[in-house]
Structure formats: structure tokens, C-alpha cells
């Protein structure tokens, strides 16, 4: 069965640094997500994507947040400079229809800012 | 708002026993669509079941079924006949446009 998969499944950071989080979705997909899950915490909506701009974004995702289809391919979630309070587990997500489809999530990559 | 809340922070359950996991939501929407997703260890985000609110038939899959309480706001998933497979993450989500919102989740531990 087709996965969406992330890499890299750990990345550590200092603050003020820029970091690219990567994520393939599922080929025939063409609407795809970012949430991020602070430890112990609820999973929280950052952004979503289709035909390739930004569909509706949270609060959260602020000027230091931008994602990208760089290739057709990856899906890119980059954030410019880094504070502690960045660090979670950011997942991916796509889904072939916009309302009312299961999304379906990759494994997630924990951002570890220090 | 919308808003979801899932007011079990862990549960247990022995193998082979049922058990229920309580969601509450509010919206303002006449339909939408809920879920009931599953994170295990291994991280991913897994659809366990939805269900859609124009529908009065509780959604069934397999072991899994819900309870869904439209005037209540109420979406409680029974799991039957646990397994240790079971054991994860169970989080209630309401879909908003295109986005869901999530609650805290409950932890499941499925003893032997």
C-alpha cells in the first residue's frame, strides 16, 4: 500500500538556524498538510496545499514557516529561524480529495531546537 | 469555535475485553465528517474509522465501532474484543474545511 514517508526521522538544531523538513506524499495525491504535535500535546493544523499554493494556514504558521512542491515530488516544510518552542513532531499528510477523505500521515520527524 | 475534547487522558483494557473512548466536539456545522485516528509507537497517524454527520448509522469497522450522538456532540469509539495491537494513541478529529481539529488524545495500554 502506497505511504507517505518523511525524512529525516530525527533532525537536531540549534536556535536562529534554518531547517528543511521532507516528505513525500502519495503519488496520486494532490492535496497535502503539515501538523505538528508538541509533546504531549494535541496534533495541531499548520498548512495546507493545493495546486501548489497555500490553502488555508493556522496561526502558527507565521512568516518563519514557508512549504514548497519543489519537484512534483516532495513536499518541503522549511522553517527559517528556530526557537526551543519549535521543537515537536511535524507530520505530513495527503489526500486525494479535499473534504471528507482520510488523510493519510507519514511517521513524522521529530525537531529537536536546542 | 470548533473544538474537540477528549476528556480520558489513558485507559486500560485486558485483552479480549471492550472498551469505550469518550469524544465530545462542538460546531456550528450541519455536516461534517469525524474520525477516530490511531498513533501507535511507530508514530503514524492511522485512520481507524469517520463518520459522517448527515448519516445516523454508526459507523462499524470490523472490532471497531462508534457511537455517534449528533444532538449530543458526543463520538465515542468502542473497541471490541481488544487486542495488544491495540495499543496506541486514539485521537478524535472533526474536520473544519479542509483541516482537522484534533483532541488531546487518550492512551490505550491492551493488557495480556
Known amino acids: 500500500e502506497p505511504e507517505v514517508t518523511q525524512t529525516p526521522s530525527h533532525q537536531v538544531t540549534q536556535m536562529g538556524q534554518e531547517v528543511i523538513l521532507r516528505c513525500v506524499p502519495i503519488?496520486?495525491?494532490?492535496?497535502f498538510y503539515w501538523y505538528r504535535q508538541i509533546l504531549g500535546q494535541k496534533v495541531e493544523f499548520l498548512v495546507s496545499f493545493y495546486n501548489n499554493e497555500i490553502s488555508e494556514k493556522s496561526e502558527i504558521f507565521d512568516d518563519q514557516f514557508s512549504v514548497e512542491r519543489p519537484d512534483g515530488s516532495n513536499f518541503t516544510l522549511k522553517i527559517r529561524s528556530t526557537k526551543l518552542e519549535d521543537s515537536a513532531m511535524y507530520f505530513c499528510?495527503?489526500?486525494?480529495?479535499?473534504?471528507?477523505?482520510?488523510?493519510?500521515f507519514g511517521n513524522g520527524t521529530r525537531l529537536t531546537v536546542t | 469555535a470548533q473544538t474537540v475534547t477528549q476528556s480520558q487522558p489513558e485507559m486500560s483494557v485486558q485483552e479480549a475485553e471492550t472498551v469505550t473512548l469518550s469524544c465530545t466536539y462542538d460546531?456550528?456545522?450541519?455536516?461534517?465528517?469525524l474520525f477516530w485516528y490511531k498513533q501507535p509507537p511507530s508514530r503514524q497517524m492511522i485512520l481507524v474509522i469517520r463518520?459522517?454527520?448527515?448519516?445516523?448509522q454508526n459507523a462499524t469497522e470490523n472490532r471497531f465501532s462508534v457511537n455517534f450522538q449528533k444532538a449530543a456532540k458526543s463520538f465515542s469509539l468502542k473497541i471490541s474484543d481488544s487486542q495488544l495491537g491495540d495499543t496506541a494513541m486514539y485521537f478524535c478529529a472533526l474536520e473544519n474545511t479542509d483541516k482537522l481539529i484534533f483532541g488531546t488524545g487518550t492512551r490505550l495500554q491492551v493488557f495480556p
Open positions: 460546531t456550528s456545522e450541519n455536516n461534517y465528517y
Open positions: 463518520q459522517e454527520a448527515y448519516k445516523q
Open positions: 503519488s496520486n495525491h494532490l492535496y
Open positions: 499528510a495527503s489526500s486525494g480529495f479535499r473534504l471528507h477523505s482520510p488523510l493519510h
